[in-house]
T-cell receptor, first 110, second 111 residues
Framework: QKEVEQDPGPLSVPEGAIVSLNCTYS??????FMWYRQYSRKGPELLMY????GNKEDGRFTAQVDKSSKYISLFIRDSQPSDSATYLC??????????FGSGTRLLVRP | DAGVTQSPTHLIKTRGQHVTLRCSPI?????VSWYQQVLGQGPQFIFQ???????GRGNFPDRFSARQFPNYSSELNVNALLLGDSALYLC??????????FGPGTRLTVL
């Protein structure tokens, strides 16, 4: 079993939809949780960084962490075609080594 | 401020050769990590350096090595290249809160 599980998609939604992306994990030592956006053949771009259970909002993005269920989510409101990319969840324990999910490919249709 | 920079952008090598990839972190960041990303997968951790000391090593063979210089830039070296080493190699620099910012990557093709 992988430490971090993420549905590869692709997830196709119409423009303006609310997108929900999710990851589950097995290692209870993970303390820090990140979401990255990666466009084709580019480096990952950090979107959200949280280290506690609950919600964190930044513009159209909301990150949610539920440590008791070992489940994290990223919500994108008012999705735009420019949001079409691969979204990677990543987690870290005190070692500062990031463990990534395999990524979910998102397509926002105009 | 400039983000993380990596060179070269692309590289083509043949099996058995060695390669050196370079990374400059964000100004003020003292930690650099290296990741390998193969197509369709998330990045996999290779090394982390902090203040020129190795702080972590992933599950990669000894053909992979790295170092960090006094100016916090870093090199990743891979010897005896295999076809399976073809991947996007990513460098990330860490801020004091642990968040990691990635560079554009070096795409290595081994023929």
């Amino acid at each position: 079993q992988k430490e971090v599980e993420q549905d590869p998609g692709p997830l196709s939604v119409p423009e303006g939809a609310i997108v929900s992306l999710n990851c589950t994990y097995s290692n209870s030592a993970f303390q820090y949780f990140m979401w990255y956006r990666q466009y084709s053949r580019k480096g990952p771009e950090l979107l959200m960084y949280t280290y506690s259970s609950g919600n964190k909002e930044d513009g159209r993005f909301t990150a949610q962490v539920d440590k008791s269920s070992k489940y994290i989510s990223l919500f994108i409101r008012d999705s735009q075609p420019s949001d079409s990319a691969t979204y990677l969840c990543a987690m870290m324990d005190s070692s500062y080594k990031l463990i990534f999910g395999s990524g979910t490919r998102l397509l926002v249709r105009p | 401020d400039a983000g993380v920079t990596q060179s070269p952008t692309h590289l083509i090598k043949t099996r058995g050769q060695h390669v050196t990839l370079r990374c400059s972190p964000i100004s003020g960041h003292k930690s650099v990590s290296w990741y390998q990303q193969v197509l369709g997968q998330g990045p996999q951790f290779i090394f982390q350096y902090y203040e020129k000391e190795e702080r972590g090593r992933g599950n990669f063979p000894d053909r992979f090595s790295a170092r960090q210089f006094p100016n916090y830039s870093s090199e990743l070296n891979v010897n005896a290249l295999l076809l399976g080493d073809s991947a996007l190699y990513l460098c990330a620099s860490s801020s004091v809160d642990g968040s990691q910012y990635f560079g554009p990557g070096t795409r290595l093709t081994v023929l």
